[in-house]
């Protein structure tokens, strides 16, 4: 190992690195958070994610806007997350079925559009703008912490999802609605509130932020889509909901754990340290399984009715 | 008389009605598609008899649409293993390609056995591959209770991982640019058909189907494999250890989908490559629903879906449109047959009210 590893730069370097590899991940999961809450296991993000990928950068390469970008990942996010509903709530197909379909659509039609739009012969993929980073003045000065404030927009962004997800979910009668929704639907539903209203507002809310999470990804640093861009984000933040034992803290520190490894692997690439890289990019896979294995115990901390079809007697 | 409707559930939905969901199916599909083949400005007609004739339309185009279909039939069969049992294994495409890895160990490790000792070591190793990779989730979801289809999607991305490893390091064959092992000894090259690509990974198809169909309807263990797939609980009651079967559901569909990547890598390519599955073990998914989750349907679906695969190349040909019309055609299918197949369960009745 060279000895700069230790170094204080390549610590701060690091670190603000930590951040933005979590954005995505963390919008995702804490996103996955609020279907699961009202009961329903929602697989969709992997394939929410890269339609929203997509349709960010495209947008964002032919206005030049990239709040234009961010807003049409959300639209395409919110038309998945439609489907998710009529799937899950309407006609209430498993719900874990349901949500590898909808995986395998959004890639499927992602893959079509991005082919017939771009062309597959190779040709040059246009670069579009990226986002700069937005220093906040004073904070990003200081040591260690100002690597949360030297950071993109989106992730202050995402900051702000976190904090107001975490206030609706406990200070608020919604997130009351929200969480007796997973534990007991029948109380919801002796109360004269849809079950199943509320289970579409909660898929509904996960899907737009779900295509946010996926419009970041082209639209910070490389500024270029390719498919499977996602690889497989959306399946992460899915676990950390399970390893997160279904709390918005836990899973934001989950999310920014897994983007820890992924800077670390970057970091070490960039060393030059001779190491197969595939075990490098393995990584994050292996730790997800653990994850899931070492916290994942099914019964625990789960709403009572999460992935269950709640039937009127 | 006046009436009121009412929309209520089915107790068992009639085999026609779901036959006619399956068929509907492919034709809503076949529209969504044709949706997206106008988006692109082009002839509906010219494109969808181009995909019809590049599937179907000669000796050589469905002779190429059986190769295409051969991984599938085993992606499709071990889908339906699996998902009889109640367990969604999304890690076939995983699980070829470590049956596909052990295959090319062998291959490698004996280039001057003889073919009648090389092949069936070729079957051996990778049937015993892809089920060992198929029991890491399905022993973390015995003992822990991991949900099967997280860890099934993520040790399929740490085999393409160990996959390019191989085939970019110890495997790598120093001749080449690309990143693949040297080319297998003509006798570890699987016997081709009929002269063409096609080779014998479609009998050991046709056979799996079969055999799957037997295991499932004629033996004790199929019967308890289905029975837990339906009633878990109860059938912990009947005295089946539920655990046991979903070991043996999971094994077996790994063996499927292993020696679906023994037949790419030793019918097809004669050597192991980055970049070998082209998603097969997600199409096994869509296959398998569509053929509602029948071995001999199985089969059909797979040929259906090769021809898709195989007609786009010519359609591009013909008319520009993308092959990818083919992915998303899988994803379209997969959706409208889970939504059709929900809606048949229901149905509207009649009811007279008095007043």
Redesign the interface.
């Known amino acids: 190992m060279p000895e700069n590893v230790l170094d204080l730069a390549f610590v701060a370097g690091l670190l603000t690195l930590v951040f933005r590899l979590a954005t995505p991940l963390l919008l995702a999961s804490v996103a996955n958070l609020v279907p699961a809450l009202a009961g329903v296991v929602d697989m969709s993000p992997e394939g929410t994610m890269t339609l929203g990928a997509f349709f960010g950068f495209l947008v964002v390469q032919r206005t030049g806007s990239l709040w234009l970008g961010v807003v049409a990942g959300g639209l395409a996010g919110l038309v998945c997350s439609l489907l998710s509903a009529l799937m899950i709530v309407v006609l209430k197909i498993r719900h874990s079925v349901a949500g590898i379909g909808q995986n395998l659509l959004a890639a499927g039609l992602t893959f079509y559009f991005f082919r017939t739009i771009y062309g597959s012969a190779g040709g040059e993929i246009p670069h579009v703008p990226v986002f700069d980073r937005v220093y906040i003045p004073g904070l990003s000065d200081l040591p260690i912490v100002g690597v949360l404030f030297n950071q993109h927009a989106l992730t202050y962004l995402a900051y702000a999802v976190v904090a107001l997800l975490w206030l609706v979910i406990y200070k608020t009668k919604y997130g009351l609605i929200l969480r007796t929704t997973g534990e007991e639907p029948r109380a919801v539903d002796t109360k004269g509130i849809s079950v199943g209203l509320v289970q579409l507002i909660a898929l509904v809310v996960a899907g737009v932020l779900y295509g946010i999470a996926g419009a970041f990804l082209p639209l910070v640093s490389t500024g270029i889509f390719v498919t499977g861009i996602v690889a497989g984000r959306g399946w992460i933040a899915v676990t950390l909901v399970v390893f997160g034992r279904f709390k918005p803290v836990p899973i934001a520190i989950g999310a920014l754990f897994f983007g820890f490894l992924t800077a670390l692997q970057l970091q070490i690439q960039a060393l030059g340290v001779r190491f197969p890289y595939e075990i490098l990019l393995a990584l994050p896979f292996l730790a997800t399984v653990v994850a899931l294995v070492v916290r994942g115990r099914e019964s625990q901390d789960a709403p009572a009715h999460l992935g269950l079809t709640y039937q009127r007697e | 008389m006046k009436y009121r409707y009412k929309l209520e559930r089915r107790k068992t939905v009639p085999l026609w009605i779901e036959l006619a969901a399956v068929v509907g199916s492919l034709v809503v599909s076949l529209g969504v598609g044709a949706v ?1 083949v106008l ?2 400005h082009t002839d509906l007609g010219l494109a969808y008899t181009a995909l019809f004739q590049g599937a179907f339309g000669s000796r050589e185009a469905i002779l190429e649409t059986l190769v295409q279909a051969t991984p599938l039939i085993f992606t499709g069969l071990a889908m339906v293993v699996a998902y009889r049992a109640n367990y ?1 294994n ?1 890690g076939a495409e995983g699980q070829f390609l470590f049956g596909a890895i052990a295959a090319t160990g062998v291959s490698l490790a004996l280039p001057s056995a003889p073919r009648g000792v090389v092949i069936p070591l070729q079957i051996l190793a990778g049937c015993l591959a892809g089920a060992a990779w198929a029991l890491i989730p399905a022993v ?1 979801k015995v003992r ?4 099967e ?3 099934t ?3 399929n ?2 085999a393409d ?2 996959l ?2 191989l085939v ?2 110890p495997w790598k064959n120093p001749a080449d640019y690309y990143n693949q092992t040297a080319i297998f000894a003509p006798a570890a090259h699987w016997p081709t058909l009929f002269s063409s690509r096609l080779h014998i990974g479609l009998v050991l198809g046709l056979v799996a189907a079969l055999l799957v169909y037997y295991i499932l309807w004629k033996t004790r263990i199929g019967y308890e494999l289905r029975a837990v797939g339906e009633n878990p609980v109860a059938s912990r009651y009947k005295g089946i250890s539920v655990n046991l079967i979903a070991i043996i559901a999971m094994s077996l569909s790994g063996a499927l989908a292993g020696l679906g990547g023994v037949g790419e890598v030793c019918g097809i390519h004669h050597r192991l490559r980055a970049g070998l599955s082209k998603g097969y073990g ?1 199409t096994g ?2 296959i398998a629903l569509v053929a509602g989750l029948q071995p001999l349907g199985t089969v059909v679906a797979a040929i259906l879906f090769g021809g898709l695969i195989n007609g786009s190349s010519y359609m591009r040909i013909v008319t520009g ?5 083919a ?6 299918a ?2 409208v047959v ?2 059709l197949m ?2 048949v369960r229901f149905r509207v009745r009649r009811i007279p009210t008095d007043a």
């Open positions: 997206l988006q692109s969604i999304l973390l822990f209770g991991s949900s289809i997280i860890v999607v993520m040790l991305s740490v991982y160990f390019s490893y970019s390091g997600w998914l869509t449109v993308e092959t990818a019309l992915d998303a055609f899988q994803g379209i997969l959706v889970l939504v929900a809606l």
